[in-house]
């Protein structure tokens, strides 16, 4: 049976736009055709649709039907995606690399095409040589000029990009990043789910930077362009990465909804090693929220003897409790397991310094702070330079040698500059203490600030710290109201709106902010009173100011 191709056509703009249901109903009177561009429709709706198993089984059938028609190209295409799909997202190593192989192998009596980027391209992404990723990746991006394929020169520009991040050449690879993003800008990109992993490379590469910044800017982009062009939700690699970048920049009710959605999505599929990255970012969430229980049960299921990155969070929680001696053997078997001049390492010498006070061995400390600092001065990064700035000075403070006030207000700037409202907090706070004896009342104002940021982002333990300071300078803390914080002035403002029936985009309009900044100022209030919904806020807000 021949397939009619306005109805592929048709089919195929419905998946640019995310559609799946048009798209299956646009195929729907063909549907049992052997046609392989056809069955590749099927595969992409089951894709959008978030059902992996269903996908993979089109794909293979798409696959099978374009060999048996003597379309190459379009068997290449297909044994590049399935190694893509059982890679990433089955986690069956094995046969995404023998589709890989075959991919390879069928490029041998396949016309010149982009197609050969494409498969340099996805053989570089499951590369784990650093040198023979960035090999590939040029290759591909090499490929996608000649052929002038926009999609494959934006898509290698943000995986290249992301790559020389990771690898800490940040700079470089920014500027990748930054004219991936441009072009997506543009318009140059048809595919939504190129635009999604461009995305998805440029919250990574942000979130292992610390660059906030950037990714702030250029969510204001993809929010524009999701909205016009009714884009679908993001993979769950997309929202690991932007999560941990929401919680650096203490939009930590975002960062929850995100990493939590994170999980759910990669338990749809069997890859334990990615969904760990997302359980490990929600863990180091529920520790800075001074949720320490919560963060242990999340980490109980991670082994940190093949997970680094989750040897953070735990030796955090083992430092609040005591355990420093716990704590200080997480942090050195994870440093033998990396870089020790690596961004990855710079946090956890940050924590050692931590633990080498609270264990009172300044000797160990005065050691790890000058780890710390040799392995920052490789990194021209305005928050690791913050965080060598703030150990050094916790350090000068607790051995009374130095000038920590100098440190601790490079460290500020350094942070605010970062975008980094947690870490700004914990300066003030150190900044409080070292001028308490010389100037009190610049220690309280910086004690009031301090406490006023930690209630802001619900940090428990941090409010506590912050409350003591203030009591030790004579002050007493604004008493919180009941199930958290006291709300701030925009945040009682949005109450009173929450409470008149409005709902976020009206609130956006009447107080000139975002529709996220709305969002965001929500659920704050939600997690600050104990409440569970718009409508307890109103009840609330009607008991509490009955006028």
């Given at each position: 049976?021949?397939?009619?191709?306005?109805?592929?056509?048709?089919?195929?703009?419905?998946?640019?736009?995310?559609?799946?249901?048009?798209?299956?109903?646009?195929?729907?009177?063909?549907?049992?055709?052997?046609?392989?561009?056809?069955?590749?429709?099927?595969?992409?709706?089951?894709?959008?649709?978030?059902?992996?198993?269903?996908?993979?089984?089109?794909?293979?059938?798409?696959?099978?039907?374009?060999?048996?028609?003597?379309?190459?190209?379009?068997?290449?295409?297909?044994?590049?995606?399935?190694?893509?799909?059982?890679?990433?997202?089955?986690?069956?190593?094995?046969?995404?690399?023998?589709?890989?192989?075959?991919?390879?192998?069928?490029?041998?009596?396949?016309?010149?095409?982009?197609?050969?980027?494409?498969?340099?391209?996805?053989?570089?992404?499951?590369?784990?040589?650093?040198?023979?990723?960035?090999?590939?990746?040029?290759?591909?991006?090499?490929?996608?000029?000649?052929?002038?394929?926009?999609?494959?020169?934006?898509?290698?520009?943000?995986?290249?990009?992301?790559?020389?991040?990771?690898?800490?050449?940040?700079?470089?690879?920014?500027?990748?990043?930054?004219?991936?993003?441009?072009?997506?800008?543009?318009?140059?990109?048809?595919?939504?789910?190129?635009?999604?992993?461009?995305?998805?490379?440029?919250?990574?590469?942000?979130?292992?930077?610390?660059?906030?910044?950037?990714?702030?800017?250029?969510?204001?982009?993809?929010?524009?362009?999701?909205?016009?062009?009714?884009?679908?939700?993001?993979?769950?690699?997309?929202?690991?990465?932007?999560?941990?970048?929401?919680?650096?920049?203490?939009?930590?009710?975002?960062?929850?909804?995100?990493?939590?959605?994170?999980?759910?999505?990669?338990?749809?599929?069997?890859?334990?090693?990615?969904?760990?990255?997302?359980?490990?970012?929600?863990?180091?969430?529920?520790?800075?929220?001074?949720?320490?229980?919560?963060?242990?049960?999340?980490?109980?299921?991670?082994?940190?003897?093949?997970?680094?990155?989750?040897?953070?969070?735990?030796?955090?929680?083992?430092?609040?409790?005591?355990?420093?001696?716990?704590?200080?053997?997480?942090?050195?078997?994870?440093?033998?397991?990396?870089?020790?001049?690596?961004?990855?390492?710079?946090?956890?010498?940050?924590?050692?310094?931590?633990?080498?006070?609270?264990?009172?061995?300044?000797?160990?400390?005065?050691?790890?702070?000058?780890?710390?600092?040799?392995?920052?001065?490789?990194?021209?990064?305005?928050?690791?330079?913050?965080?060598?700035?703030?150990?050094?000075?916790?350090?000068?403070?607790?051995?009374?040698?130095?000038?920590?006030?100098?440190?601790?207000?490079?460290?500020?700037?350094?942070?605010?500059?970062?975008?980094?409202?947690?870490?700004?907090?914990?300066?003030r706070l150190e900044l409080a203490g070292a001028l308490l004896n010389d100037r009190p009342e610049v220690a309280l104002a910086e004690a009031r600030a301090a406490f006023d940021a930690f209630e802001q982002l619900q940090a428990a333990r941090d409010v506590d710290a912050a409350a003591a300071m203030l009591r030790s300078l004579g002050a007493r803390p604004a008493s919180a109201r009941p199930g958290g914080s006291v709300l701030?002035?925009?945040?009682?403002?949005?109450?009173?709106?929450?409470?008149?029936?409005?709902?976020?985009?009206?609130?956006?309009?009447?107080?000139?902010?975002?529709?996220?900044?709305?969002?965001?100022?929500?659920?704050?209030?939600?997690?600050?009173?104990g409440l569970r919904s718009r409508a307890e806020a109103a009840a609330y807000l009607a008991r509490t100011n009955p006028d």
């Amino acid at each position: 049976m021949s397939v009619p191709e306005p109805l592929i056509a048709e089919a195929r703009a419905a998946l640019r736009r995310g559609d799946a249901a048009a798209a299956r109903a646009a195929v729907a009177p063909i549907s049992d055709s052997a046609n392989g561009d056809l069955v590749e429709v099927l595969a992409v709706a089951s894709y959008l649709e978030l059902d992996y198993p269903a996908a993979i089984a089109h794909w293979e059938r798409a696959y099978a039907a374009h060999r048996s028609s003597g379309d190459e190209l379009g068997a290449i295409r297909v044994a590049r995606t399935l190694a893509y799909m059982y890679g990433s997202f089955i986690g069956d190593w094995a046969i995404g690399g023998g589709w890989m192989s075959r991919a390879q192998t069928l490029l041998a009596d396949a016309p010149d095409s982009s197609q050969a980027g494409w498969v340099s391209l996805n053989a570089g992404m499951f590369e784990g040589d650093r040198a023979l990723k960035e090999t590939r990746f040029r290759a591909a991006l090499e490929t996608g000029r000649r052929h002038r394929d926009a999609e494959l020169e934006c898509a290698t520009l943000a995986y290249l990009g992301a790559s020389l991040v990771h690898s800490d050449r940040t700079e470089e690879g920014m500027m990748l990043l930054d004219e991936a993003l441009a072009s997506v800008a543009g318009g140059d990109i048809d595919d939504f789910i190129i635009v999604e992993e461009v995305f998805c490379q440029l919250f990574s590469a942000c979130e292992h930077a610390h660059d906030v910044n950037r990714a702030e800017q250029w969510i204001r982009i993809g929010d524009a362009i999701a909205s016009s062009r009714n884009l679908p939700v993001v993979t769950a690699f997309c929202r690991t990465h932007y999560g941990g970048v929401l919680t650096a920049a203490g939009r930590w009710p975002e960062a929850d909804a995100m990493l939590s959605e994170a999980i759910r999505l990669w338990g749809l599929g069997r890859r334990s090693t990615l969904r760990e990255g997302a359980v490990v970012r929600l863990a180091d969430l529920r520790v800075r929220q001074g949720r320490l229980e919560e963060g242990e049960q999340l980490l109980s299921e991670i082994d940190v003897n093949t997970n680094a990155d989750a040897a953070r969070p735990l030796a955090a929680i083992c430092l609040a409790r005591g355990e420093t001696e716990r704590a200080r053997d997480i942090l050195e078997r994870a440093l033998a397991q990396i870089d020790a001049t690596s961004t990855g390492a710079a946090s956890l010498l940050t924590l050692l310094v931590d633990v080498d006070l609270a264990s009172g061995d300044l000797v160990r400390a005065e050691q790890s702070v000058d780890q710390l600092a040799a392995c920052t001065a490789s990194h021209r990064n305005e928050y690791l330079n913050a965080v060598a700035a703030l150990s050094r000075g916790r350090v000068y403070l607790a051995s009374g040698t130095g000038d920590p006030q100098v440190c601790l207000r490079d460290a500020l700037a350094g942070f605010a500059r970062a975008q980094t409202p947690m870490e700004v907090a914990r300066c003030r706070l150190e900044l409080a203490g070292a001028l308490l004896n010389d100037r009190p009342e610049v220690a309280l104002a910086e004690a009031r600030a301090a406490f006023d940021a930690f209630e802001q982002l619900q940090a428990a333990r941090d409010v506590d710290a912050a409350a003591a300071m203030l009591r030790s300078l004579g002050a007493r803390p604004a008493s919180a109201r009941p199930g958290g914080s006291v709300l701030t002035k925009r945040e009682n403002e949005v109450l009173v709106l929450v409470g008149h029936g409005l709902s976020n985009p009206e609130i956006s309009d009447r107080l000139f902010i975002s529709r996220k900044t709305v969002e965001h100022h929500v659920g704050n209030i939600l997690a600050k009173l104990g409440l569970r919904s718009r409508a307890e806020a109103a009840a609330y807000l009607a008991r509490t100011n009955p006028d």
